[in-house]
């Protein structure tokens, strides 16, 4: 009998350059940089390209991708027909988004070029920045279009971070929220292999576009076990604010007895715990660092002052409560802060955590078009294997 490893978990699928995650020790290395070094001083842009090319990119290079992601940013008229019908329908931004990359292929046919090869480099990367460009974009011009604005297309003097932010909000955003926006979306790149992550190389691995992976992988980040959580962690801070500002008692009891209540029934402290990591995710560490940056006087923001007495709280009755079971501040939490910080609504959450992962995506597309070979996992067959066929007059009702 073959062994059978449900969900993958355990199984080694690949060799890979481009993020090493060690859940023991919370630790996350990206292209060889510890994420603390590097999420703090890159550029998304200069993030990619590491990425990509397994080095840091000159000046020039760096010059020629901020110029093509501006280029890919600048969507068709038929992209923003499509994200102004789902906006009449009020879609999930996610949907819009999945949507408008579909479209890409009606301005650009290189996008949905098939026979992903190693030999086509050049051409996969531009294919790749085309598709990295475009997201942000899409996922501005549909938040405007949803409030009844017109979309703003990205400024080429301005770089990705900026641009994103400027083309949700209609302004130059300042340099610090530039600043905290691009040490994020450099944080959560990558991580492993990941189910949206596995869905790119799976697509890829047929040879596909690079165009069609990112739509597979985009696909497996709307799922709520994925890409879905920030939201409910930072729901859960609004919720106990509120119950201390109309009760008066203070926020630190209100969580103890929030946090012993779900975890007596069985709930899940959303924020708190990871899947890899066996202590502290330190992508945590770094949002929180950012924040401080960006909010450098306490008081400055009182959201973040709260949510830092909400997790010491979590932490102190988890770790009372489950002494064995390892539940550190994740990712999560931090995500919704900094995210919040910057004034992007919570719909905005997972679509920009799409802004960051899809430079993961297609390092991982690019590598796999590298290694050329195709994923083609199996499955053990566990159903009856000698049924006789019955015609459709003499089968009753619930006959197998």
């Known amino acids: 009998m073959d062994a059978l490893a449900r969900g993958l978990e355990g199984v080694v699928l690949t060799e890979s350059r481009i993020s090493m995650v060690d859940g023991q020790a919370g630790r996350l290395v990206i292209a060889g940089f510890p994420v603390e070094t590097l999420a703090p001083q890159a550029t998304f842009e ?57 479209t890409l292929g009606l301005d650009d046919h290189e996008v949905n070029a098939v026979e992903l ?32 604005l017109e979309p703003i297309p ?9 641009n994103y932010l400027a083309m949700l909000f209609g302004e130059e955003p300042s340099a610090a929220r530039v600043r905290a ?24 691995s047929t040879r596909s576009d690079v165009a069609s992976a990112v739509l ?28 201390a500002r109309q009760t008066g008692q203070p926020l630190s009891v209100l969580t103890e007895d929030h946090v012993r209540r779900v975890v007596g029934g069985g709930g899940r402290i959303m924020g708190f715990g990871h899947r890899v990591y066996r202590v502290r995710d330190p992508r945590a560490d770094v949002l ?5 940056r960006l909010f450098p006087n306490r008081g400055d923001n009182p959201l973040y002052d709260d949510a830092r007495t909400v997790e ?46 899809v430079g993961g995506w297609t390092a991982h597309v690019l590598e796999q078009a590298r290694e050329d070979r195709l994923i083609r996992p199996r499955a053990i067959y566990v ?18």
Do not use: C
């Open 46 to 102: 200069e993030m990619l390209l590491l990425l990509w090319n397994d080095r840091l990119p000159t000046r020039a290079e760096l010059v020629e991708a901020r110029v093509q992601l501006v280029e890919a940013g600048r969507l068709a008229p038929e992209t923003i027909d499509v994200l102004r019908a789902a906006a009449r329908r009020e879609l999930l931004p996610m949907d819009a988004l999945r949507m408008g990359l579909a």
């Open 117 to 148: 090869q190693a030999s086509d480099a050049r051409k996969n990367q531009r294919r790749a920045l085309a598709v990295v460009g475009a997201v942000p974009a899409i996922i501005g011009a549909y938040h405007r279009l949803r409030a009844g």
């Open 154 to 162: 990205p400024d080429p003097a301005l770089g990705h971070a900026a």
């Open 181 to 204: 926006l691009d040490t994020y979306l450099n944080a959560t790149v990558d991580h492993g292999m990941n189910a949206s992550t596995f869905t790119a190389r799976v697509i890829a």
């Open 216 to 243: 597979g992988a985009l696909g497996a980040l709307k799922g709520p076990l994925h890409g879905g959580a920030p939201g409910p962690a930072l729901e859960m801070v609004y919720e106990l604010q509120a119950r």
């Open 288 to 292: 929180g660092v950012a924040l401080e």
């Open 312 to 357: 010491r709280v979590v932490l102190r009755v988890l770790g009372e409560l489950k002494p064995h079971r390892p539940l550190a501040t994740n990712v999560e939490l931090y995500t919704a802060l900094l995210l919040q910080s910057l004034e992007l609504p919570v719909p905005l959450f997972t679509p920009t955590f799409a802004v960051a992962r």
């Open 383 to 400: 159903g009856p294997i000698e049924r006789q066929w019955v015609p459709s007059e003499e089968r009753g009702v619930g006959m197998p």
